[in-house]
């Protein structure tokens, strides 16, 4: 049997191939549906470039059903990253993979979305965690990548709720590195009235989604879980595109030129 034969009879490998190919072609889809309708604008890419073959521990804000398709876009934009290092296992709650909503868990299930359930009984000191958390925790000490909103969800009106531990818990566990992700514009594309559809200035290209790659953290020092999430969700909101070499030359130049006149 050829070496390809002997490959695809390993089901293991078959399912890897399968969520592989159904995560590119989400990535592509999402990418130019963005950029065509939302003029997507993506900044900070070099810092994926500083990913190598460890674990990583993806994580952005949550403001709408879309920020899903907004990641897998965001993934694209570097191609030999993204060549590199998909799948990325989404982290979702169980309540998605309800037959009832059937074609939201056939889609989550060929993308090898990662399903997490509820704690039935917390604990003052996490360890419950170690439980809720068993899937994503077994890919990360293997190598594997996830990507975790820490907000968990969001309401109605596109307002973050008040974020888990769950990323700092997959850090402290496995020293997998956070790399935090901003996404600007996501509250504004879906309708607030009728889940899973878009708003009519969507449509018309008026409402516009960028997203700012920050550098990678690798290690949080004394911090309780509490306080690294604090740090991960706060460094994620404080980033902030970059003004451009040239406007940052006519600011500075423009300084000089006050500063020479109040000295005059």
């Known amino acids: 049997m050829r070496p390809i034969g002997r490959f695809f009879c390993k089901k ?16 592509i889809f999402s990418y130019f549906i963005l950029k065509i309708f939302n003029s997507l604008d993506v900044k900070g890419q070099e810092n994926l470039k500083k990913i190598g073959n460890e674990s990583f521990i993806f994580t952005s804000n949550h403001n709408s059903y879309i920020d899903s398709g907004i990641s ?12 590199k290092i998909a799948p990325v296992k ?26 997490i359930s509820k704690a039935k009984v917390k604990y003052a000191d996490n360890k419950h965690l170690n439980s809720v958390l068993d899937l994503p925790l077994g890919l990360l000490r293997q190598g594997g990548r996830v990507w ?24 402290q566990q496995t020293g997998a590195p956070i790399l935090p992700v901003r996404i600007i514009g996501n509250d504004n594309v879906m309708s607030k009235a009728v889940p899973f559809l878009p708003k009519l200035s969507t449509l018309f290209g008026l409402n516009k989604i960028k997203v700012i790659i920050g550098k990678p953290i690798y290690f949080f020092e004394n911090m309780s879980l509490e306080e690294v999430t604090d740090k991960i969700m706060n460094t994620i909101y404080e980033l ?9 030359k006519l600011r500075k130049f423009a300084r000089q030129r006050s500063s020479s006149a109040l000295s005059t």
């Open 240 to 248: 902030k595109e970059k003004p451009a070499l040239k406007e940052v």
């Open 148 to 171: 975790i909103y820490p907000e968990g969800g969001f309401n109605n009106n596109g307002t973050p709720k008040k974020p888990r531990v769950g990323a700092a818990f997959l850090h």
């Open 12 to 27: 293991g490998n078959m399912i890897k191939f399968f969520i592989k190919i159904s995560q590119t072609s989400y990535c």
């Open 72 to 83: 897998a876009a965001v993934l694209l934009t570097n191609g030999s990253f993204f060549r």
């Open 90 to 115: 989404f982290l979702v709650m169980d309540k998605y993979f309800s037959w009832k909503i059937f074609p939201i868990r056939i889609f989550l299930e060929a993308m090898g979305a990662v399903k």
